[in-house]
Structure formats: C-alpha cells, structure tokens
C-alpha cells in the first residue's frame, strides 16, 4: 500500500544473519534436543516463510531446566553483586555488537517494521541488561534498612509482541537480584530468544543461570505448574495470567502478571493538535497495534473533533504498509494467522455494532498477514471494540465535553494499564493523572519506555512492576 509517496524500495540486508534451521532447548548451558523429539515451525508472517525448526518442550525437558536452574542458584546466589553485575554487562555489549543481526531476525520473525526493531526493540533490550547491570552491587542502598537476598528459581513467560524486550525485562533484574532463571517465549517468535541464549553462552555465564526452553501453551502450563520455581512472572493475555494466578496461589508462589490493556489516549481542545495527531498514530499503529499499553481508545474534545478526525485520516493515507524488511514501511504484517483471524473478526463487529469504519484507500501484498491501519467513529462506550482488547491496528473514537466525562469514560474499562493526555495545561496533567486508574500515563506523548521507568497495571491488565527500582523489588526476598 505505497501511496502516492513512490519510494524506491529500502529493504534492509538479511545476508548477516546466522540462523540454524533447527533449534535445540538451552537449558544447563548445553543445547539440548527435546525428549519426546517434536518439533514445531516458526514462520515469516510477512512471506509465510518457514524459518526454522524449534524444539517443543515436554515434561522431562522442565524438569529438567528447573533442576539445572535450581543448581545453578547455588553458586549463583552467592556471588557479589559486582561479579553478577559483569556478566550482565556483557550481555548487554554482546547485544549490541550484534544488534543488527537481531533487528533483522525479530522482524523476519515477527513481522514488525525493521525501522522498530532497528531503533526501539534491540536499543531498549541492551539498555535494560546495562540498567541492570549497575543495581546488582547496589541492592542494598534500594531499600534501606531492609536485607535482601534472591528469591530462588524464576518462571517466566512472554509474549510475541516485543520478544527481545519482554525477555531482557524478565531476565535482566532476576539475574542482577541473584536469581536463575526458565524463560519460555511465545510460539510464533521464539528466535530472538534463542539467540540471546547464544549472547548468554557467549558472556560465560556459568551454566543453568539462563535456561531458555521453547515450546506452547502446555509448556508453559508445565512451568506454571512445576514445584521448584518460587517466582513465576508472566507477560501476556488476562485470560492466561488468570491461569497463572491461580497456579501461583496454588503452589504458593510469588507471581506478577503484566496482562492487557485498552488505553484511553485523551486529546483536549488546548492541545498542539500536529503532535497530537502524531502521538495518536504512534499510540495505536505501532508495531501493528501488538502492543499492551496501545492508545487504543481515542477521547476527542468536541471542540476540537473534526480538526483532529480530518488531520487523523490525513496522517493514516499517509502510512506505508508492507514489507517489514523495508526502512519505509510503518506498519509491518499481523504476528500470525491467528492474530489476523481476531482482528478481522472486530472489524466486522466494530460495523455490526454501527461504527462506521475508514481505512486507507490501496492495495496490501498478496502473500503474508496484513490489516489497514483501522479507525472507527460513531464508537459507543458499551461497544465490544471499546471495551475489548483487539491487539492490531484499530482505533475506536470517541468524543467529550467536560473533564468529568472523559474520566469517567477513560476509567469504565476493566484494564488499568496505560493512558495519554494532551493538553497545553500542566493543571489539567496532574488532575488527569491523579484521576485515572492507569500505571503509566503519558502525557503529551506516547509510547515511551525506558529502562529506569517501572510499568505495570491496575485491574485486569495486572500487578507488580516491571523496570525501574521497582523492578528489583520483584525478584528480591526480604527478611
Ligand atoms: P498469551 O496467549 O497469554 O501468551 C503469552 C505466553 O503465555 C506465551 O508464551 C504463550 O505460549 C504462553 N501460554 C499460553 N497458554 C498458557 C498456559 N495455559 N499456561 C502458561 N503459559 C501459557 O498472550 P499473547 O497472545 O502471546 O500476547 C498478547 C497479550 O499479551 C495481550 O493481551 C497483551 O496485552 C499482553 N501483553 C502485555 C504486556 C504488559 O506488559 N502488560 C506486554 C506485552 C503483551 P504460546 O505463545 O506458545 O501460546
Ligand atoms: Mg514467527
């Protein structure tokens, strides 16, 4: 779908990277072919090109992870805060010596624009393992006048839309806290992770601190269910993390969630409207619309709203669709069939409810997972795309009048995870943000993460944080 903008084709090279056709399962330092001896694909939802081959995880195969893991803890555990801190650290250069090759791979991988994965994904994940890196002889000055020590053996599993990241986020402070660590990532993207397990060979850190096992949801049942972890940490849908919760209270286990979200992104009628336009496009079209904290409920001040709906529109006939490899494309392809299935099915409710839809005029590549970029106006608040997470790239609109409206539409939703505001008033910032019952708000921006930040959700989209100080708190015992 290039417009009329007629870019000669920028694909970025994939000649550098190094992929294997099959992939064992990283656990105890050694690579490891699965017992039971099944395989499942991983494909380029652009090309529906199989990629590689990756093991499927069985009972034997946790078990025996959480044993290495268990062992490790050992020695692991006991080792200065310093010393841990140097692997961590190597980890972190490794990444970016190779931040190429791994732009290139999460983006075959998992369809996003090359241009994300390049500038956001791997730049963030190296970031988190350096930020890291510097607590882990620094735990004790987190929390004064508390002792700490590690919690043990860590569980944790991720999703598809930020594989890298979601594993450097789980990963980086379990290992800067003392921890060893399973980490399961998600079917369709598993191969940014068995790539860092390589980087985690490479850094030497002794063998069972990381254990990287590959697998479906009933592997990771397996490890929610599993004795030996104390912690389980889970990125994902609400209705998985319930599942986990329920494992974790069953098997006293510590446990934070990170689930869904359907933000409320809020425009006032005093906001610069340009940026706005800008931050709306950037909070739901991004990475496709796979995004937890997606600006995904539009709040528009009435008056204001049809200046803002024509700039909108202007911007989204501007978007390129299309080859995820090229440094032009803005919105990449749909994670996998599936996802497109789910899409599709909101959009045509969003129509049956009686939105009215717009999507760009032009043509989307034959072969591969694609959406438009998808607005819908005329959006009820009790409409199911309002309410319900769709995870692509889909906008519902909504309008207001008065503060106390768009608070109370923004809050009547049973997620809790993100929020955005503009507005010229520092004032109204504050009132917003105090107001809305959402862990990260942004405001007069969106998007924006960063390692020293902490995330997390109230309500449905779950609890503890990730990142910042916080982050540690979450992989730290205290006596
Ligand atoms: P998902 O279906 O819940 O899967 C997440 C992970 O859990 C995957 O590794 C999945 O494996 C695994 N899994 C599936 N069933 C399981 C079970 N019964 N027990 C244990 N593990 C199981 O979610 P998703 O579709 O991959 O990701 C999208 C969701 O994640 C969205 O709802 C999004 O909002 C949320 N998310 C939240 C955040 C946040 O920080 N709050 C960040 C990113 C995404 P398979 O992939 O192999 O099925
Ligand atoms: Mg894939």
Redesign the pocket.
Request: charged share 15%; glycine share 20%; proline share 5%.
């Given at each position: 779908m290039t417009k009329d903008w007629n870019l000669s084709a920028a694909p970025e090279s994939t000649s550098h990277v190094q992929l294997q056709q099959e992939y064992g399962l990283f656990i105890g330092g050694k690579w490891i072919k699965p017992s039971d001896g099944k395989y499942f694909e991983t494909s380029n939802p652009a090309t529906e090109k199989k990629l590689a081959s990756i093991a499927l995880a069985g009972r034997k195969d946790v078990d025996s992870a959480f044993k290495s893991a268990d062992k490790a803890f050992e020695s692991w555990s006991k080792l200065s805060g310093a010393e841990r801190g140097k692997y961590i650290f190597r980890i972190a250069r490794i990444i970016q010596e190779k931040s190429r090759e791994f732009a290139v791979i999460e983006s075959m991988d998992g369809g996003k624009p090359i241009r994300e994965s390049r500038d956001i994904d791997i730049p963030l994940a190296a970031a988190h393992f350096f930020y890291y890196a510097g607590w882990a002889d620094k735990l004790e000055y987190v929390f004064p006048g508390r002792k700490v020590r590690p919690m043990g053996v860590a569980a944790q599993?991720?999703?598809?839309?930020?594989p890298l990241l979601?594993a450097a986020w789980k990963i980086a402070p379990a290992l800067a806290c003392g921890n060893t660590v399973v980490l399961?990532?998600?079917?369709?993207t598993s191969l940014t992770a068995l790539k860092l397990a390589e980087v985690i060979d490479e850094a030497g850190l002794p063998p069972g601190v990381v254990n990287i096992i590959t697998?479906?949801?009933s592997t990771?049942?397996l490890?929610?269910a599993h004795p030996t972890p104390n912690k389980l940490a889970?990125?994902?849908?609400?209705?998985?993390?319930k599942?986990?919760y329920k494992a974790a209270i069953q098997g006293g286990k510590k446990v934070t969630l990170?689930?869904?979200?359907k933000a409320a992104n809020i425009i006032f009628d005093d906001a610069p409207i340009d940026a706005a336009v800008e931050g709306i496009i950037n909070g739901i079209y991004f990475n496709q619309g796979h995004v937890?904290?997606a600006g995904s409920r539009l709040f528009v001040q009435e008056t204001v709203y049809a200046e803002v709906l024509a700039k909108l529109k202007r911007r989204m006939d501007s978007l390129i669709v299309g080859d995820p490899m090229d440094k032009n494309t803005d919105i990449g392809a749909i994670n996998s069939k599936e996802q497109l299935k789910t899409i599709e099915h909101y959009l045509k409710l969003g129509s049956e409810e009686g939105a009215d839809i717009y999507q760009p005029a032009g043509e989307l590549p034959k072969k591969g997972y694609w959406c438009k970029p998808t607005l819908f106006t005329n959006v009820a608040q009790s409409n199911r795309i309002a309410q319900e997470?769709i995870?692509g790239p889909v906008l519902a609109i909504q309008t207001f009048r008065t503060i106390d409206e768009v608070i109370e539409k923004a809050n009547n939703t049973p997620y809790g995870?993100s929020a955005g505001v503009w507005t010229d008033k520092g004032s109204k910032v504050f009132q917003l943000t105090k107001a809305l019952k959402a862990g990260v708000v942004w405001a007069n921006t969106y998007n924006k993460f960063d390692p020293t930040s902490p995330?997390g959700?109230f309500k449905e989209?779950?609890f503890g944080r990730?990142g910042g100080m916080h982050g540690l708190e979450a992989y730290l015992a205290f006596d």
């Open positions: 599993i991720i999703p598809w839309n930020f979601m399961k990532p998600a079917e369709t697998g479906d949801g990771g049942a490890m929610t889970f990125t994902g849908s609400t209705e998985v993390g599942q986990i990170e689930l869904g979200g937890c904290c997470e995870f995870l995330f959700g989209s779950g990730e």
